[in-house]
């Protein structure tokens, strides 16, 4: 579903990336972890095209990601993205945050845009909370919307940077528990994340960066029976 081939980005003269090889199969869940600073989160940032590459190739589903050619908002319905810091739309109700790109990008009508929102905050369970505004809600609750809206384009993947690190702690698994149950859907993921222990539980590769190289790509029972 993702590969990632000999991938090199420079800001710069700084190598950020450097010749970075790994893929996402369908239905796998792959955790990227690695030191602050190490490149993970261009990484990701990198296969939807939210950071242009240097050299190499990324696919997504066979669409070359950096073919000038390539429809933007059209491969961002393909692989949903989560930030660490929600980015809801602060002026709209948290039903209208996830009908917003369902009526401009898939053109979609009112009421299935609604109906669509509506059945994905009963997923995350927050139905209850669909006419309020994003700041009235807890962070660990933006988040599950943000997965909600992501999830309202029908992406054949799912990239998640950091979505945990910005939470109280109280939140973090309300969250977590949103993305294993993705992930026992056979949802397609790639996540960057400190969390170890969702890893091993949820993970089916992880994938270790130091400073801008793919140093580790294992299995995660390999990855975690070496520590
Ligand atoms: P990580 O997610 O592993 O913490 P990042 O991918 O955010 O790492 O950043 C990797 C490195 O690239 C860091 O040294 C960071 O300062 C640098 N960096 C990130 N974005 C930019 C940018 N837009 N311009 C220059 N350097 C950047
Ligand atoms: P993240 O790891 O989630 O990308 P950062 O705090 O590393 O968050 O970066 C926040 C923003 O600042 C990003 O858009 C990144 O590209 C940019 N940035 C990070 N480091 C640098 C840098 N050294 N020079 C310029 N921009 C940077």
Redesign the pocket.
Known sequence: MIEINGVTKY?GN?A?LKNCSTSVAKGEVVVVC?P???????LIKCVNALEPISEGSIKVDGIEVNDPKTNLPELRTLVGMVFQNFELFPHLRIVENIMLAQRIVLGRNESAAQKTAMALLDRVGLADHAHKFPSQLSGGQQQRVAIARALAMNPKAMLFDEPTSALDPEMISEVLDVMTSLAAEGMTMMI?THEMGFARKVATRVVFIDQGEIVEDRPTEEFFNNR
Do not use: L, P, Q, R
């Open positions: 800001y700084f950020v690695g602050s600073g190490s490149g993970k989160s261009t960057v």
